[in-house]
C-alpha cells in the first residue's frame, strides 16, 4: 500500500520569474507532478477516458505556504504524504525541499490538495463517485511521523 512519494526536478529558466526565483504558481504544477507519479506507482488512474467514460480528479482544495526562495537551475524533492483518504476524496500534502551544496535541505514550501474522484455525466456535469475497492487497497493514510517536518529541515 502506498502513502507517500518523493519526486525530484531541476528548476527550469522557464519556472522563473525576472529576478530568477520560481514564480508561485510552480508550486501548484510541482504538486501536480508528484501526484501524477504517486498515482502511477501505485498502478492507480489519475484520468480514465474510455469511450463513454471519463473519469478523473479535480480538486476542491489547494494552497500553498510558502517559506523559502528557489532559483533556476536548483534541485527540489517534492514529498507527497496521503494526509486522508475519504469516502469520495483524498487529502495530500506536500512539501517542497530545496537541496542545497551542503547536502542539506531547505524547506521551501508546504501545501495540502483535496482532490475528489469524480466522473462526467452523458449531461456534461462532474459527479462525486465512492473510491472504489482497489484505490482504497493501493493508497492508504500516511503514520503521523511521514507527515511530521523531517529533522534537520
Not at 84 to 107: C, H, M, W, Y
Not at 128 to 143: D, F, N, Q
Request: aromatic share 8%; proline share 5%.
Amino acid at each position: 500500500m502506498a502513502y507517500e512519494h518523493t519526486s525530484t526536478r531541476r528548476i527550469e529558466f522557464s519556472e522563473t520569474d525576472m529576478a530568477g526565483l520560481v514564480h508561485f504558481s510552480n508550486f501548484f504544477k510541482y504538486m501536480e507532478t508528484a501526484e501524477r507519479d504517486f498515482f502511477e506507482a501505485a498502478g492507480v488512474d489519475l484520468i480514465r477516458t474510455k469511450p463513454g467514460e471519463v473519469v478523473g480528479w479535480p480538486r476542491a482544495r489547494a494552497e500553498c505556504k510558502f517559506s523559502a526562495p528557489v532559483r533556476f537551475g536548483e534541485t527540489i524533492d517534492i514529498h507527497l504524504a496521503v494526509k486522508a483518504v475519504k469516502d469520495r476524496s483524498i487529502e495530500f500534502q506536500f512539501r517542497i525541499l530545496r537541496r542545497n551544496p551542503d547536502g542539506s535541505r531547505t524547506q521551501c514550501g508546504k501545501g495540502h490538495m483535496t482532490t475528489v474522484l469524480t466522473e462526467l455525466t452523458p449531461e456534461g456535469e462532474l459527479r462525486s463517485v465512492e473510491l472504489p475497492a482497489h484505490v482504497r487497497e493501493r493508497i492508504t493514510e500516511a503514520p503521523a511521523e511521514v507527515l511530521a517536518k523531517p529533522e534537520g529541515v
